[in-house]
């Protein structure tokens, strides 16, 4: 009997942490300001901000829609294309931009939540 309860305690302890790491990613997860080694980005729900650290000059770029998923984030531009971000840390406070995900063919960019 004992392994019976242990048993159903193991499998009630897996399903709740696979529920919670299945949880869809949402607006929460990249809004906001996140910091690169070349860029720093600010995304809100229609339009990122791109600041380029070599001589500070800012561009806009307007979103169409965002795309969620539990383990990525698609982002649609109103110019046509996208670009997927992924690797979202469980603390919300690392992410990157995927390289060669179809819409976007850029290398791989590593952010963190700026301070």
């Not at 305690?9 to 919670?20: C, D, F, I, R, S």
């Not at 906001?32 to 070349?38: F, L, P, R, T, Y």
């Not at 670009?83 to 690392?94: I, K, L, N, Q």
Request: charged share 25%; aromatic share 14%; glycine share 12%.
């Amino acid at each position: 009997m004992r392994k019976f309860w242990l048993g159903l305690a193991v499998a009630l302890t897996m399903t709740v942490a696979n529920g919670a790491h299945a949880a869809k990613l949402g607006y929460g997860n990249i809004l906001g300001d996140w910091c690169g080694d070349v860029t720093d980005y600010k995304f809100t729900r229609t339009s990122l901000t791109v600041t380029f650290h070599n001589d500070k000059s800012v561009r806009v770029w307007k979103i169409k829609d965002y795309e969620f998923s539990d383990t990525w984030i698609n982002v649609n531009w109103s110019f046509g294309g996208n670009t997927v971000f992924g690797e979202f840390s469980d603390d919300g406070t690392r992410m990157a931009q995927q390289a060669n995900t179809g819409g976007d063919n850029g290398p791989r960019r590593p952010f963190r939540r700026c301070d």
